[in-house]
C-alpha cells in the first residue's frame, strides 16, 4: 500500500493531471453539453478516472524504459508493480461502473484493446508509439461525448490529439 501511495505522490497527484483532466473535460463539455447536473457529474468524474487510468496504465507499459531514462521513479522499485497493478484494477473497477451508468462500456474495452495490446506490436519506433498511444485522448472526447459523432465531437476530438501532440513533442526532444 505504501508503494501505490508514493506511486500516487510521484505520478497521478500533479498539477499536470489535473490539467489534463479539466483539458479533456473541457473539450468534452464544448463538443456536447452535459443535458443536467447529474450527467456533467457523472462526465466529470469519469474524465477523471480516465485520465488516471491511463496514466497508470502507461507507466507500467514504460517501465523499461523508464529504468534507462527515469531510474528514480517508485515504479522501478520491484515491490511497487503489484500495488500499482492493484490500484489499476481498482481504477478499473470504477472507471466501469461510471462507464455502466453512462451507457459506454464497449467503448472502454475497444480502447483498451487497441491502445495497449495492438499498437505496441505495430512499431518498434517509440516516437510513432508515443503519437499512437496520446490517440486515447480524442477517444475521451467521444466516450464522454453522449450525442455520437458529431462534427463539434470531432473538431474536439482534434483539438485534443493536437493539444497532447505538441506538448508531448516540445517535452520529448
Given at each position: ?9 510521484e ?15 473541457g ?14 457529474v ?97 477517444a ?34
Amino acid at each position: 500500500m505504501a508503494e501505490a501511495l508514493a506511486y500516487g505522490r510521484e505520478r497521478l497527484a500533479s498539477w499536470r493531471i489535473g490539467l489534463l483532466v479539466l483539458a479533456v473535460l473541457g473539450l468534452a463539455f464544448l463538443a456536447d453539453a452535459p443535458g443536467d447536473g447529474r450527467e456533467a457529474v457523472w462526465r466529470t468524474v469519469l474524465a477523471g478516472l480516465l485520465v488516471v487510468s491511463f496514466r497508470i496504465w502507461d507507466d507500467l507499459a514504460d517501465r523499461d524504459h523508464d529504468r534507462t531514462h527515469h531510474p528514480a521513479r517508485v515504479l522501478n522499485r520491484p515491490a511497487a508493480v503489484g500495488p500499482v497493478w492493484v490500484l489499476l484494477a481498482g481504477f478499473g473497477v470504477l472507471t466501469a461502473a461510471v462507464l455502466g451508468e453512462l451507457g459506454s462500456v464497449r467503448s472502454l474495452v475497444v480502447l483498451l484493446a487497441a491502445v495497449y495490446q495492438g499498437l505496441p506490436r505495430l512499431t518498434g519506433n517509440r516516437f510513432l508509439r508515443t503519437q499512437l498511444v496520446l490517440a486515447k485522448y480524442p477517444a475521451f472526447i467521444f466516450i464522454l461525448g453522449i450525442s455520437g459523432w458529431t462534427g463539434r465531437v470531432v473538431a474536439c476530438a482534434a483539438a485534443a490529439y493536437l493539444l497532447v501532440s505538441l506538448h508531448e513533442w516540445s517535452d520529448s526532444p
